[in-house]
């Protein structure tokens, strides 16, 4: 036995977070893949079947009432809400990240122009250059729409590119690609000094590490619930807009489900009060209960354990690489400081596509992103420290 694998005993021993483990439905395979879509907590497949066959099935068109179907956009966002660092009220669940993006990032540039005194001056969009592409697209539309001028620029330039024409700033709070945690307190501070209303994606953060939306005075979030906090392939992501901005929030998409009188059918729209002004239609009520059952694994559990245990993760992984790959093979993109890195690893090697097949047939699943990353997600709900060891090995062995 190796003394990394002796190592990795010990600390799987102490891990409070260890018993979560038998909550999922999981197999002898190293999943370092949660970044791209959780694993499946063992309680979702009954509550679906109970949704699918009583409440759809038996109670039907009742379950709306009786079954708190109409409700369930705010009652998971208040679920929610804790995770990123928010009180309850200001969290709705439902549509895409996308959707999501769009309808924030087209509010914001709004809540500037509104802040300004209704006139045009604000007309530069300010996204993150290395976004996921997706977001750069819909940023490209959101400006198309406000009449704004598209600013891409590198994190790192965020705060010089700022000024009086800025309305909005998009930012990822964790690169997508090399796991680098930007400073979302610092940038939120910048984005409002400029006078200027921020917008950040936490596909990469919600449920890995502490966020802090209210604390930082974040104007509006966006993220994605199928990674981190494993809701399911598809799952609806989430919206939070902050409860004194709430009462002017225009959403570019307002639908019956965000009416002040839904059932009225009134030819006028009249936004309702609070987070419910980012609903648009009909919930996804399948796949909104199937999360809503998921995030029960987050009972007891707290983010700041989380967090502990991601770095923990992280930096033995990094040390297992280090003592077992040959020096040379790979790079790491990822940050080393903790206050740098989210909850993956990324190795850089040319050969990175082909490394990641022969990894997912030996039984160690991460994921390549082109033209050359092997990435690793290290989510701790259900990773243990011998998962870690197991995986550095046979990366090493692959890499020989």
Known sequence: MSELTRKAEKLDAADELAAKRAEFVLDDVVYLDGNSLGALPAAVPGRVEDVVRRQWGE??????????????????????????????????????????????????????????????????????????????????????????????????????????????????????????????????????????????????????LPVGLDEHGVDLAVGCTYKYLNGGPGAPAFLYVRADLQDRFDSPLPGWNSHAEPFGMRAEYEPAAGAVRGRVGTPDILSMLALEAALEVWDGVTIDAVRAKSLALTDFFLECVEEYVPEGRVECVTPRAHGERGSQVALRCPDAGDVMERLIERGVVGDFRRPDVLRFGFTPLYVGFADVERAARVLAEELA
């Open 59 to 208: 109670l039907r068109i009742r379950s709306w009432t009786e079954g708190g179907w109409w409700t369930a956009p705010e009652r998971i966002g208040d679920r929610i809400a804790p995770l990123v660092g928010a009180a309850a009220g200001q969290v709705v669940v439902g549509d895409s990240t996308s959707v999501n993006v769009f309808k924030a990032l087209v509010g914001a540039v709004r809540l500037a122009r509104q802040a300004d005194g209704g006139g045009l001056g604000r007309d530069e969009i300010v996204v993150d250059a290395t976004t996921f592409p997706t977001d750069g697209y819909l940023a490209g539309s959101a400006a198309r729409m406000t009449g704004c001028t598209l600013r891409p620029v590198p994190p790192s330039e965020v705060t010089d590119a700022l000024g009086d024409r800025t309305a909005a700033v998009l930012l990822n709070h964790v690169d997508y690609r090399t796991g680098r945690l930007h400073d979302l307190p610092s940038l939120t501070a910048a984005v409002h000094a400029a006078g200027a209303y921020v917008v950040w994606d936490l596909c990469h953060s919600a449920g890995a």
